[in-house]
């Protein structure tokens, strides 16, 4: 199983970026995506996650209005829009998969390897 992370960046604060999570070697249709991310010397915080068919979307409360996830089932694909950027946005943005409906980090199967996301003032 494989979840390649990419769309990582400079921006300036206000911008927008859109990060991609290509995933192969598992039924992607069948797991639920989730997005998070890590600012250096902090803890992983949940940025949100859509459910197995796109429907259904949860976000975190610091990213909320500003963040949207989707996925494209026929391209193994989900991703990350990011808009109105922040410098507190800044971080390494994982995808992850999982079978549980959940925002906590330990339920998710499969990781991505990251993409840097920096934001500038």
């Known amino acids: 199983v494989q979840l390649q992370a990419s769309g990582g960046g400079l921006v300036q604060a206000g911008g927008s970026l859109r990060l991609s999570c290509a995933a192969s070697g598992l039924t992607f249709s069948s797991y639920f995506m989730g997005w998070f991310r890590q600012a250096q010397g902090e803890e992983r915080e949940f940025v949100g996650r859509?459910?197995?068919?796109?429907?259904?979307?949860v976000y975190g409360d610091s990213v909320k209005g500003r963040f949207t996830i989707s996925r494209d089932n026929a391209r193994n694909t989900a991703y990350l829009q990011m808009n109105s950027l922040k410098p507190e946005d800044t971080a390494v943005y994982y995808c992850a998969a999982g079978k549980g409906w959940s925002s906590h980090p330990g339920n998710y199967d499969y990781w991505g390897q990251g993409t840097l996301v920096t934001v500038s003032s």
């Open positions: 859509i459910n197995w068919s796109g429907s259904s979307t």
